[in-house]
DNA sequence: TAGAAAAAAGCAACATTGTTGCAAAAGATA
DNA sequence: TATCTTTTGCAACAATGTTGCTTTTTTCTA
């Protein structure tokens, strides 16, 4: 008999994935736990060790790519060319993103964390220049390792 | 004979080189010689194009590498997995980059830029975590593409 | 300016990462 | 449960990045 919180937290994913028009299936309800139970982003590769041997990578792929359409995670660029995923938290979803919030990459840790509370700043552009999406990302020391 | 342009480019080059202390080699002038004659940043791909079928991939590879070492290039992280590779116009050296500039994507033409003239905002951090390097992203579209 | 020493380039082999088409398996629907 | 639809796994491939070693080029000094 499963515990509690796993009922639990399996309902949500259930509920999460329905809510996004997505089938339920083993390979999205464990990524989708990845994210819902760690703090920080998870690049491919993370996901890829983490969820274990079970499944395939090419399934990995697939399975962020849906959940970028969908506006469940979004990406984060980092300067070592490993795109990084994170739950969405503000009101995103299929073909529109709104994240407006900074992220922060620990120098010590190396975990990437979205500050939510932190808005990105207004950019005023030279001339013939016009903004559409603006991302910050500051590079630093976090919480846990000062 | 070769074009009065091209011979003071080549000194150019040559003293670029000579002043961070690296060997003049014909990769090293070519490579220098793309982001000078070039607007926006190069990606690693871009510069295996144009230098043709000239260098060894594994030649751009560390040529890049060594001119970030030196302060010559700073990367630029973008949201497709894929470093661009720009020009340092900032008092940057061996060990210690000190561009605080932004830099800006169009969704057109695709050209990165440096807009040196913009500089990085302060931001605000939560308690708890230390700020070192800012990096401000901004996707639009750009002069030429209005 | 020739020759020795040092540095860089090229090459080959390999590792990692990402993509595509297709058949089998699993999920949704009625 | 049967049928239709979607997703997965697999295989093959492409692109990107890394490493060790040999050859070539550059630098340095006599
Ligand atoms: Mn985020
Ligand atoms: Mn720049
Ligand atoms: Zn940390
Ligand atoms: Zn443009």
């Not at 993370?46 to 849906?66: H, N, S, W």
């Not at 359409?69 to 009101?91: M, Q, W």
Request: charged share 25%; net charge negative.
């Amino acid at each position: 008999m499963p515990k509690e919180a796993t009922i639990i937290n399996n309902n949500r994913l259930i509920k999460l994935l329905k809510q996004n028009g997505l089938s339920i299936t083993d390979s999205r309800k464990k990524i989708l736990q990845l994210f819902l139970e760690q703090d920080g982003a998870l690049s491919h590769g993370d996901i890829e060790k983490r969820a274990g041997e079970k499944f395939d990578r090419v399934t990995v792929y697939r399975t962020l790519q849906v959940f970028v359409d969908k506006g469940i995670v979004h990406t984060i660029p980092t300067a070592d060319n490993s795109i990084r995923y994170a739950l969405c938290k503000d009101e995103c979803g299929e073909g529109h993103h709104h994240d407006h919030h900074i992220h922060f990459v620990c120098d010590t840790c190396n975990t990437t964390y979205c500050l939510d509370d932190v808005v990105t700043p207004e950019i005023k552009l030279p001339k013939g220049y016009s903004a559409g999406h603006v991302e910050v990302v500051v590079e630093g020391v976090c919480k846990n390792c000062q």
